[in-house]
């Protein structure tokens, strides 16, 4: 957990700086962040689709690891239902 933090505020470092600016910068990165890391669970609560329940599952628990985030992706987006 400390290199996932490490890496984050690394990003960062060189903002520290830029006083309010920097902060605002900060936190939009890790809006913008978030809302990337959950796409998929929007995009199946928008659609609706029959594998809303597992994109959403895939996407919260394991879409952290690149693998898990496109498969829930894949999941948010199929027409049909897992298995027919």
């Known amino acids: 957990m400390d290199k996932i933090w490490f890496a984050i505020t690394g990003l960062f470092a ?19 962040g978030l809302a990337l890391y959950l796409l998929p669970t929007f995009i199946a609560l928008k659609t609706g689709g ?8 895939i996407d ?6 690149g693998l898990g985030w496109i498969a829930a992706f894949v999941f948010a987006v199929l027409k049909k239902p897992l298995g027919k």
Do not use: S
């Open 50 to 57: 029959p594998n809303k329940k597992l994109a959403i599952i």
């Open 60 to 65: 919260v628990l394991l879409g952290w690891t």
């Open 14 to 32: 060189n903002l520290d700086g830029l006083g309010i600016t920097g902060e605002i910068i900060k936190v939009g990165g890790i809006i913008v």
